[in-house]
């Protein structure tokens, strides 16, 4: 069982930007993909991106957004730059075991409780 934590959500103008950390209980953490979803109110669970042995990203944030891990730590990041208001919404940090590209949510076994991300223009 993988607990997952994120934290850095906040309230920041449009342009701005925002770090998401995800904390994992797991000590294999190495061997997780990890991904970040978000959901708007009233719509779906999206992919933002996602991290195994590359990185990989929505067309939505490509350019802005940046997954990183650092494995010592047990923890991945989302790095949120030029930040829009349609950025707006609750992310979450998901893991996998194996080292794939998951884009679909239901490939993902575990999920954090996540973290309010409002972008204001």
């Known amino acids: 069982q993988v607990q997952l934590v994120e934290s850095g959500g906040g309230l920041v103008q449009a342009g701005g930007s925002l770090r998401l950390s995800c904390a994992a209980s797991s000590r294999a953490f190495s061997a997780y993909t990890m991904g970040w979803f978000r959901q708007a109110p009233g719509k779906e669970r999206d992919f933002v991106a996602g991290?195994?042995?590359?990185?990989y990203y929505a067309d939505s944030v490509k350019g802005r957004f940046a997954i990183f891990r650092d494995n010592a730590k047990n923890t991945a990041y989302l790095q949120m730059n030029s930040l829009k208001a349609e950025d707006t919404a609750v992310y979450y940090c998901?893991?996998?075991?194996?080292?794939?590209?998951?884009?679909?949510?239901?490939?993902?076994?575990?999920w954090g409780q996540g973290t309010q991300v409002t972008v204001s223009s």
């Open positions: 991290i195994s042995r590359e990185t």
């Open positions: 998901a893991a996998v075991r194996g080292l794939l590209q998951y884009t679909n949510p239901r490939s993902y076994d575990y």
